[in-house]
């Protein structure tokens, strides 16, 4: 994931050609895990907790929207550039470092789990680079390239025994997250997108969701 995020500008624009087709296929495969596995396996365990963990869900894509808009309406259009960047900097810092924390959780389950939930937000890294503006400086980069190791350090050697109340709230909040960014900037509108690469990324991630369902 680090790597995918230092060189999230690289292969933008190594991959500039096909970015329809890889974005559709990459949305396919989004959308599906986020439906079929990822938000039934934060369901299961929140209603064994307590409904009130739904609100992480409403809080992950709230705090996203409400952000973004803020900026978008009140900043000029000079100031617009650095404020997002510096807003989805640290968006990136948090919601990748959360990444870190839950992918500790999903290895628990096992191996084949793990790699289902971490393949989305590392194809969605790659290719849509969740900043928008990329920064200059090579120390913001390395760090911001961090966060899913610290999120996974922090895990295992700050925070071992996390409650089962807050790991599903962290995964409410990926959920959310998810949501509003694929939703928002990942699923092309209009002409935009090949339908059928959106489809075939569907297909693949659909069949995989259901190998993992036989065999666990």
Known sequence: MGLAQY????????????????????AGISITYLFLDLFPTFAEGALGLTRLLFFSVVFGFAVFYIIE????????KNQ????????????????HFVIGMVIVTFVDRGIFPAILFFAPPLFYTSISSFVSHHSKYKSIKILLSTSTLLGILFVLFVYPNLPPIIKFSLLGFVIGVLSYEIIRHSVPGGKKGEPIFFILGATIYSLLITFMWVIV
């Open 7 to 26: 060189f999230s500008e690289e292969i933008c624009l190594r991959c500039k050609t096909y970015s329809p087709k890889i974005i559709s296929f990459v």
């Open 69 to 76: 808009k803020y900026i978008y309406k009140h900043y000029s």
């Open 80 to 95: 617009l550039r650095k404020e997002l960047a510096i807003e989805e900097s640290f968006a990136s810092f948090i919601y």
